[in-house]
């Protein structure tokens, strides 16, 4: 069973498609983000990615993270990262994008966005056939942007502040779920901020049960947290959890006038949520 917590404000079946928005900003209580789903290249004692200053850190190459989303062929995406220095600066800095990846046979498509630490050279590569090279003046490290749109045979991507068109290699599969990588580097760093992924395709799901959950009303709370709580089972095997806290400042009732000069510290968001599903498969 794959399970994926999605909570619903930004993932959603919608009327016309798919779309589903990423920034981090909730991470789980070991530090994992739960929009991501790794598929580990090795056993490192320290990790593969974890969410850090609103952020997901990938310290080293070699294993794939790929966003929480059922298989999909024809997609938008948008990307915002940056990049971490290495010491020596004598091999590479950037994101691999992998998309229509199929996760059983470990194969689809690596669009790979990188630079040269040596020469400052900016360069685009599709399943290994370069795109793109452009001499820059210094490496660009900070409010990095990248945006793939794939619709059948043809590629559309904007990068280094250039559009740039190409064709999706032939023989690869029809659908796949979307994943990132660090470019080779031996020591460097790759933090995604924010991913945004949406597709007319509308991938066929099952729900499989709703919950509510009402919180007692401690420390002085007005109205009781309660989390609304939908699983769904996609036809592709993956399942989502969409998860809804709501009781919090939106919803409470107003307050009364008591002639003080109040203050107060309010927080209406959870940030490290924890939610467990038990059952066979568990």
């Known amino acids: 069973m794959r399970l994926s917590f999605l909570p619903a404000m930004f993932c959603a079946v ?3 498609g798919f779309a589903m928005s990423e920034d981090f900003s909730v991470s789980s209580p070991d530090g994992g983000a739960y929009g991501i789903v790794e598929e580990r290249g090795s056993n490192l004692s320290h990790g593969h990615g974890w969410v850090e200053d609103g952020a997901y850190r990938i310290p080293v190459d070699g294993s794939r993270h790929f966003l929480a989303a059922p298989p999909l ?3 938008n995406l948008e990307l915002d990262y940056a990049l971490g ?3 020596r600066r004598v091999l590479t800095i950037g994101v691999v994008v992998f998309f229509r990846y199929d996760r059983a046979t470990r194969s689809g498509h690596r669009l790979e966005v990188y630079q040269d630490c040596r020469s400052a050279k900016a360069h685009v590569r599709i399943d290994g056939r370069e795109i793109f090279s452009r001499q820059e003046s210094e490496l660009e490290t900070d409010d990095l942007r990248l945006v793939l749109n794939v619709s059948g045979e043809k590629g559309r991507l904007e990068a280094f502040g250039e ?3 190409f064709d999706v290699p032939a023989g690869g599969h ?4 979307i994943g990132f990588d660090q470019a080779l580097s031996e020591s460097g760093k790759l933090f995604l901020r924010r991913a945004s992924l949406s597709s007319h395709e509308n991938p066929s799901r099952k729900k499989i049960g709703s919950w509510r959950f009402a919180l007692g009303c401690d420390q002085g709370l007005v109205s009781p947290p309660v989390y609304d709580v939908a699983a769904w089972r996609y036809e592709t095997g993956e399942t989502q959890v969409d998860c809804v806290l709501s009781g919090l400042l939106p919803d409470r ?11 107060a510290s309010l927080v209406d968001r959870v940030t490290e949520p924890y939610f467990r599903i038990i059952g066979k498969e568990t």
Not at 174 to 177: A, D, I, T
Not at 253 to 263: D, K
Request: proline letters at 15%; a negative charge.
């Open 14 to 16: 919608v009327a016309h």
């Open 73 to 75: 062929g024809d997609f």
């Open 85 to 87: 220095l290495p010491p």
């Open 163 to 165: 559009k740039m068109e």
């Open 174 to 177: 029809e659908k796949g779920v």
């Open 253 to 263: 009732p107003p307050r009364e006038a008591s002639g003080g000069g109040e203050w």
